[in-house]
């Protein structure tokens, strides 16, 4: 991890929003506090010459966000999600980054086609597009399959995107360590984690064998699953970096005068998303974690229609129950038993009052219901939370961190088509149905038989197994030799300093 490559990365990050007007207007639209606006502005002003200036066409967040790479676009995505967060303008305005950046050259596509598949592209397509969407990581062509005359979408890695990701990765895990270092009290929200997380999901993306077999498992999923389309994924067309699916027509989910148009019902598009979110997460333990509007389109039936599998969630069986039940006991608006949830699962430490834990989640739930989504301030909501965190010790969950982020997005998306939804009340009979099959008599049942037949297995080893166990924990430890480490200590300390020096005084040159 190199740290002058590092700070100067972060530097240029906060110096190019301040030169693009993105800082004022990211500040304005969450109604930052005037104490943290004038620090990052006064830290920001003296080096915006370093800034980028990014495509003066675009406005101040989009630019900005634009020329900082495909991780600040990531981060973008999501604040379009969230017209609650960042204010209706700026979220229409970063709506554009969802599919709509500027595209790499079809000549290099092509290219890049050919060497991964093997053929020229004129001998597999009668026709290949000009781009029809570009995102941060890859852009999309339409062809026409020459065997078939089938009409497909073929995505293509950006070039060098790789390389981008992970400068911006490196950047990110050193901000992480230098918040640890600087606060203590921000180590329980794990910083570090966090981002080993989101680059275990980046890292994913870029490799589209991973997205093709992402979307076969998906459509095998839900199959099944009323009003809800996935593309044919074409295994044979697909590679590291190139991926080929059958084409989705339809109308943009985020583009609501068509939807209007076309005589969709936007109250049940928006309930739709949620509950078909809801259901994949808790029923099958495996969904969408890109479900933004770029991602989404309504078929002429009224079908939504999800592509872009690059980024998918997983949850084993015991989260999505302690999740469900999180969810359900919000819904009875019973937080002793929410409360308890999270002490059972080891959410809060268990040293806590569990009263008053319960307490302080009334006080983050009651506000929400009888009232209108558009009266419900999130920002404030989130803000509450994270002193409720705070204060009981709760540590970030990693193998929430995807779900959550996801429910966050699948909201703003719901509440885009529909402001006045409450997502309690459309994801009660989801939940309600999945506590029925997975938290009664039935599953107690079920989980009894899986249990027998991992013991029948085993069952001949046990004997063993338990012998060893316990002619390990009697045979006595002997203690280590204490040896005299002064004069080694010493070396190694000064070796340390020494090649942090160099490394330090090499980097800084190269």
């Avoid at 993105?22 to 606006?37: F, G, N, S, Y």
């Avoid at 991992?454 to 040896?483: C, D, H, K, M």
Wanted: hydrophobic share 45%.
């Amino acid at each position: 991890m190199r740290g002058p490559h590092n700070i100067l990365r972060l530097i240029r990050t906060g110096a190019t929003l301040e030169r693009t007007g993105a800082m004022r207007v990211i500040m304005d639209a969450m109604d930052a506090p005037p104490l943290v606006r004038g620090t990052l502005r006064t830290l920001a002003w003296p080096f915006q010459w370093l800034g980028y200036r990014g495509d003066k066409s675009m406005p101040p967040a989009t630019r900005a966000l634009t020329a900082l790479g495909p991780a600040y676009i990531k981060f973008g995505q999501i604040l379009s999600t969230r017209p609650d967060i960042a204010g209706e303008r700026l979220a229409t305005q970063l709506r554009v980054l969802q599919d709509k950046l500027p595209p790499f050259s079809t000549e290099i596509a092509k290219a890049d086609v050919e060497f991964e598949l093997g053929q020229p592209v004129e001998e597999i397509f009668d026709d290949f597009s000009e781009p029809v969407a570009a995102a941060s990581i890859a852009q999309v062509h339409r062809a026409k399959l020459r065997r078939t005359g089938e009409d497909v979408a073929v995505k293509v890695l950006r070039p060098k995107v790789e390389k981008a990701f992970r400068k911006d990765i490196d950047a990110f895990y050193f901000a992480a360590h230098m918040i640890e270092f600087l606060s203590p009290a921000s180590r329980r929200l794990r910083p570090t984690d966090v981002i080993a997380h989101f680059e275990g999901v980046v890292l994913g993306e870029l490799d589209l064998r991973l997205e093709t077999s992402s979307a076969s498992e998906f459509a095998a999923n839900t199959k099944d699953d009323a009003g809800f389309q996935l593309p044919e994924v074409k295994w044979d067309l697909s590679s590291r970096r190139v991926m080929t699916m059958g084409w989705a027509g339809g109308v943009p989910l985020g583009d609501n005068a068509a939807l209007d148009a076309a005589g969709h019902d936007r109250v049940q598009l928006g309930e739709r998303v949620l509950q078909l979110f809801l259901s994949h997460a808790l029923r099958d333990g495996f969904f969408h974690a890109d479900m933004h509007q770029g991602n989404m389109k309504v078929a002429a039936n009224g079908d939504i229609i999800a592509y872009d599998f690059g980024i998918m969630g997983h949850i084993d069986e015991y989260t999505r129950r302690v999740y469900a039940e999180i969810l359900f006991g919000f819904i009875r608006r019973d937080y002793q038993r929410v409360a308890e949830v999270h002490f059972e699962a080891g959410y809060v430490p268990a040293d806590r009052d569990v009263d008053e834990f319960a307490r302080a989640l009334r006080a983050v739930g009651e506000p929400i219901f009888g009232m209108d989504a558009s009266r419900i301030s999130m920002g404030s909501l989130l803000s509450y939370l994270f002193e409720v965190t705070e204060r009981f010790g709760m540590e970030t969950r990693t193998e929430l961190i995807l779900l959550q982020r996801t429910m966050v997005v699948v909201e703003g998306v719901a509440r885009s088509l529909s402001p006045q939804i409450n997502i309690w009340e459309v994801a009660r009979p989801i939940v309600e149905s999945y506590i029925r099959q997975s938290i009664g008599p039935q599953a107690m049942l079920r989980d009894l038989r899986r249990t027998f037949g991992v013991l029948s297995r085993y069952g001949p080893r046990l004997p063993q197994l338990v012998e060893n166990a316990l002619i390990r924990q009697s045979t006595p430890v002997e203690p280590p030799t204490r040896q005299r480490r002064g004069p080694l200590f010493l070396c190694a300390v000064t070796g340390i300093v020494i090649g942090a020096a160099g490394f330090f005084l090499l980097d800084w040159f190269l």
